[in-house]
């Protein structure tokens, strides 16, 4: 175990930088790509198996729903871990996870919180499978990957919901990162939740934390939060301004 620890203590480390100066300086930010087919001949192709080569578009979210129906259904989901070092033996504590999403039609989505962000890509589900297992929306080469699980999904959930949760007014990606209790493993437990129960987006409207960094971005966010906390959250953004205004 201490040979595991020793492994994963310089990543936690970095990790730990980044959970601390972020608290302060949360920025809105999701990392989205489109995973295309392409061909050898493409100087932006990338290959990811015989004969399989693929692009990668810099798009939004909201092109997510350009793929399909907003109403498609996500039908099944998998969480996969990567090693943090390549001698690293087990995945038990020390890994970083991710998750690909089935969607009706024959589309796939890959997404996952690294550090201060959210990323996510889409694309054929065969393509995304192929290159998402071993590369992140940016391009960065992963460590070793093993897939941890496969379930169905038991309700019926659209790709709307999906990206609205994702990036909506109130969303997940207001939740500022933090090493200890919003990790990118937190994010795939949050997204398993999301699938499973319906009520999941529903509490995104009185999570303090993501309510404060959403109105901090834009005031009229605030709108969309539960009335108990538009009343306090209100109040706490007078006090700030308050503050600042007598500095």
């Known amino acids: 175990m201490e040979s595991l620890q020793r492994l994963a203590s310089l990543p936690l480390v970095d990790n730990a930088c980044a959970s601390r100066a972020n608290r302060d300086s949360w920025t809105y930010s999701v990392f989205c790509r489109e995973i295309l ?60 996870a991710f998750m690909f999403l089935e969607v009706e039609g024959g589309l796939a989505i890959c997404t996952e919180k690294y550090n201060d962000k959210l990323e996510l890509m889409f694309g054929d589900l ?26 169905k999904v038991e309700r019926y959930v659209t790709l709307r919901e999906l990206v609205d949760w994702i990036s909506g007014p ?29 009520r999941c987006a529903e509490t995104l409207r009185g999570d303090r934390e993501v309510v404060l960094s959403a109105v901090q971005c834009e005031g009229i966010r605030l709108q969309y939060a539960s009335e108990k906390l538009r009343e306090t959250t209100a109040a706490w953004c007078w006090r700030r301004c308050s503050a600042m205004a007598g500095l």
């Open 37 to 96: 087919a392409t061909g050898a001949e493409d100087p932006d192709a990338r290959r990811v198996s015989d004969g399989v080569y693929v692009k990668v578009k810099e798009v939004t979210t909201a092109e997510l729903l350009n793929c399909g129906p907003s109403s498609a259904a996500i039908t099944a989901y998998s969480e996969w871990r990567s090693k943090f070092s390549e001698g690293q033996y087990m995945t038990l504590l020390f890994y970083h």
């Open 126 to 151: 065969q393509l995304v499978r192929s290159y998402g297992r071993c590369y992140r929306a940016t391009g960065e080469q992963r460590r070793p990957s093993l897939q941890h699980s496969h379930c």
């Open 170 to 198: 109130l969303a997940i990606v207001w939740r500022p990162y933090c090493l200890i209790n919003s990790n990118c493993q937190h994010y795939a437990r949050d997204v398993v939740q999301f699938l499973s129960d319906e």
